[in-house]
């Protein structure tokens, strides 16, 4: 069945059985009674978390990978360069953030959050199209520490009345009160996944899933830089159960690259979303639907093979512009396609409370398929669904278990492309026997001491980059993550 077709008929299926609630509000999955500065200057009556002028928190998290060898046929044939090793492979990211805000004016806000990555992906962070193993990695990633502005932004928030809400003070979010009707606008600089296709059960990947299928849509090709981030303009309109966002975001100037193009009126991502809470036989849960628009010069895949066998000479070792320094002189390459193309998709989210320790969600999106990937995965349709448990049933409340499965497609032209001995920015075998990319991806998170997580992890990964002609993979992962 067409995913279209799915999306739609879930979104019909939720909307008849759901139940509004005012208002209705995302369940905590986590405890909050952990140890924080600001909770410890709150004991002391040094700080009011009800109502914030200023807070900071900070997290450090790190994540290592371990990739059994696995059969392949072959391995960047014909000089082809984005296969995933056979061998087996170490990886490692590891991060630590400060979460600043600062109150201004009536409902202005001001947030920073100053970084530290430092990371070694599995070859090179090539031959896996829309299952990443760990979402921290970073396509121009060093092993030695990298400090940067991951978020610096402002705030404004005009309130229309309505219910009265707690907001409870956390990093990027200053404790104080919201009322449910409300305007809140953002310019600066931030991940668009601070505000859109975010879900309870399967986003936050510092204590949940470290696929990154799992941490927004695969096939959301969302404007960022190379680490994930972006410049640009978000606005969120509330209305009791219902939240309406939009916004337009600086794309990179180059595919998967660092720099950003700020000419926004000529290249940008534009994306929109709708969303609803509800309640199921008193249980909440939500519901979104997400849709984007990316205007970005990028290349078709058509227009590349249609390059290629108009003239060989335009080949993947020939094109002096922006490329991935393929070997295969036989293939065709996007470098020599590039120009202002459009990229399109549509996706829904759906999370649901089934009772006080179990949650379930579920994501789909379907993208257009013609353009190379921009800015995310190779991935041109994506599900992904789960389910995560919480440690009460066996005395560990702030455990927590999940299982999750994702399945990435590409499109025809795509395939069409990498059967030609073409890549992109991920993927690339010299040739490629098509079959969906599929993960199953089981943790346990332990709560050590307060604040304190370590998570063991693992994936079995088939057909990675699309390809039954390679794997299965088997990747173990164990996660260190503590905040205050």
């Not at 909307?15 to 509000?25: G, I, L, R």
């Not at 000089?79 to 600043?100: C, D, H, K, V």
Request: glycine content about 8%.
């Amino acid at each position: 069945m067409n995913i279209s077709k799915i999306l739609l008929l879930c979104s019909v299926f939720f909307a008849m059985t759901a139940q509004a609630k005012e208002p209705a509000s995302y369940p905590e999955l986590y405890d909050a009674d952990e140890f924080s500065i600001m909770g410890l200057l709150s004991d002391h009556d040094w700080h009011d978390l009800k109502d914030e002028r200023w807070n900071i928190y900070s997290q450090g998290t790190y994540i290592s990978s371990f990739k059994q060898a696995f059969p392949a046929a072959y391995t960047n044939l014909n000089g082809s360069t984005n296969s995933l090793s056979r061998s087996a492979e170490r990886s490692f990211t590891a991060t630590f953030t400060s979460y600043i805000g600062l109150k201004g004016w009536k409902g202005a806000e001001f947030y920073a959050a100053p970084e530290m990555f430092s990371g070694r992906p599995l070859s090179e962070l090539k031959g896996i199209g829309g299952s990443i193993q760990n979402f921290e990695l970073q396509k121009n990633g060093e092993t030695h520490s990298t400090w940067y502005l991951s978020r610096v932004y402002y705030r404004q928030t005009l309130s229309f009345g309505g219910t009265t809400a707690e907001v409870k003070s956390g990093p990027m979010q200053l404790g104080g009160t919201a009322e449910s009707r409300r305007f809140v606008f953002t310019a600066g600089t931030f991940s668009i996944l601070d505000f859109f296709d975010k879900n309870i059960y399967a986003g936050d990947l510092r204590h949940q899933f470290l696929n990154m299928s799992f941490m927004t849509n695969a096939a959301y090709d969302f404007a960022a830089d190379a680490r994930g981030y972006t410049t640009g303009l978000v606005g969120e309109y509330y209305f009791d159960d219902w939240a309406f966002r939009f916004a337009r975001i600086a794309a990179p100037k180059h595919p998967n690259d660092l720099p950003l193009n700020f000419y926004m009126f000529t290249n940008y991502g534009d994306q929109v979303e709708l969303e609803h809470k509800h309640i199921i036989k008193e249980q909440p849960g939500a519901i979104k639907i997400l849709g984007y628009r990316n205007r970005e010069n990028m290349g078709s895949f058509t227009d590349a093979i249609a390059a290629y066998q108009t003239d060989p000479s335009k080949n993947a070792t020939t094109c002096l512009g922006y490329n991935y320094d393929s070997q295969n002189s036989s293939a065709p390459d996007l470098c020599w396609a590039r120009k202002s193309n459009v990229k399109m998709g549509i996706g829904i989210n759906m999370e649901q409370r089934i009772t006080e320790d179990v949650g379930l969600f579920f994501r789909g999106m379907y993208s257009d398929g013609k353009t190379e990937v921009y800015s995310y995965t190779s991935s041109d349709r994506s599900l992904s669904f789960g389910t995560l448990v919480k440690g009460m049933r066996w005395g560990r409340e702030k455990d927590t278990a999940g299982f999750g499965y994702s399945q990435s497609w590409i499109s025809k032209q795509h395939v069409d492309y990498l059967n030609m001995g073409g890549i992109d920015g991920f993927i690339g075998d010299g040739k490629i026997n098509y079959r969906p990319e599929q993960l199953v991806n089981i943790y346990y998170q332990w709560h050590v001491i307060t604040s304190s997580w370590l998570s063991f992890d693992y994936q079995y990964l088939a057909n990675p980059a699309y390809n039954a002609d390679r794997g299965p993979v088997n990747i173990y992962g164990v996660r260190v993550h503590f905040e205050f």
